[in-house]
C-alpha cells in the first residue's frame, strides 16, 4: 500500500482544497499512520477509545487526534485531557458527560453534533426535534466545558448518488438554518465533517469542511486481524 500516492491521489481530486482531510486509520498499525504523519499528515481519525488510547502514546504529540465513532460514555474520561475533535455526539447525555469530564481538568472540548441523515436505522445522531428540544435546555445553556463547533453526518451506505447528495443538502440546510439562530456562545457552526472515502467529492460540492477519509488513503480494513 503507497499510502503517500494514494494521499496526493486524494488531495488532487478535492473540489475544495481547504477542506480539511481527516486520515482515518481505525485498525491500521502504528507505521500506516507515520507514513500519512510523514506527508504532513496531523489530523488522524479513530473510532475506538482503546484504539486511541493504545496509538496516541506511540505518535508524535502534535497529532490532532479526531474520535469519529459513536462513543460511550463511561469511556469519555479516557480520551477527555487530548482529543481534540469528538464528531459523533449524538446525544444530550453525551454532550453532558463530556461536558462533566472537561470540567474535571479544566478544559473545554471541542465536538460536533452528529446528524440523523441516512435512511438506515442504524446509523446514529440526533433528529431537528431532539436538538431542538436540547437547546431550549436550561441544562443545555449551563454547559461550561464543551464547545461546539458545528455538525456531523453520514450519508447512507448506496450506490445512489443522487439519494447521498440529497442526505448532504439536508445537512447543509440545516448547518446554515443553526447559523442564523440565536444560540449560546459556546455553539459556532464553524465546521461540518460530511464525506468518507466513497463520497467526499459529492460531500464538497455539498459544502463539507472536513472529511473523513480511510481506505482510499490505507487501503480496505480487515476487521479479522
Ligand atoms: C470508518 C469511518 C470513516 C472512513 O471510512 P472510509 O470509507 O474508509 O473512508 C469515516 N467516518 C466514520 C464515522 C467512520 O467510522
Keep these: 500500500m503507497d499510502i503517500k500516492a494514494n494521499l ?7 473540489v475544495n482544497p481547504n477542506c480539511l482531510l481527516v486520515a482515518v486509520s481505525k485498525t491500521k498499525p502504528i507505521a500506516d499512520l507515520k507514513a500519512a504523519y510523514a506527508t504532513g499528515i496531523r489530523d488522524f481519525g ?3 477509545v482503546q484504539e486511541l488510547q493504545d496509538k496516541h502514546p506511540e505518535l508524535p504529540e502534535d497529532i490532532r ?14 480520551i477527555a485531557p487530548y482529543v481534540y475533535l469528538i464528531h459523533g455526539v449524538d446525544s444530550f447525555k453525551l454532550l453532558k458527560e463530556i461536558n462533566k469530564q472537561g470540567a474535571k481538568i479544566d478544559r473545554v472540548i471541542s465536538v460536533l453534533l452528529q446528524i440523523h441523515i441516512a435512511e438506515e436505522e442504524s446509523k446514529f445522531g440526533f433528529d431537528k426535534a431532539e436538538l431542538e428540544s436540547m437547546f431550549k435546555d436550561d441544562h443545555f445553556k449551563a454547559l461550561t466545558h464543551v464547545k461546539i463547533k458545528g455538525l456531523m453526518g453520514m450519508a ?3 450506490q445512489d448518488q443522487n ?11 440545516l448547518f446554515e438554518e443553526l447559523k442564523q439562530q440565536e444560540l449560546p456562545d459556546f455553539v459556532k457552526m464553524e465546521e461540518l465533517s460530511m464525506g468518507m472515502s466513497g463520497d467526499y467529492l459529492i460531500a464538497q460540492e455539498e459544502g463539507s469542511t472536513m472529511v473523513r477519509i480511510g481506505s482510499a488513503i490505507f487501503g480496505a480494513r480487515d476487521y479479522n486481524h
Design 8 to 14: 496526493e491521489n486524494v488531495k488532487k481530486t478535492f
Design 46 to 48: 479513530e473510532n475506538k
Design 65 to 78: 487526534w479526531h474520535m469519529i465513532g459513536h462513543l460511550q460514555r463511561n469511556k469519555v474520561k479516557y
Design 156 to 158: 447512507t451506505f448506496t
Design 163 to 173: 439519494q447521498v447528495r440529497k442526505e448532504f443538502k439536508s445537512l447543509k440546510g
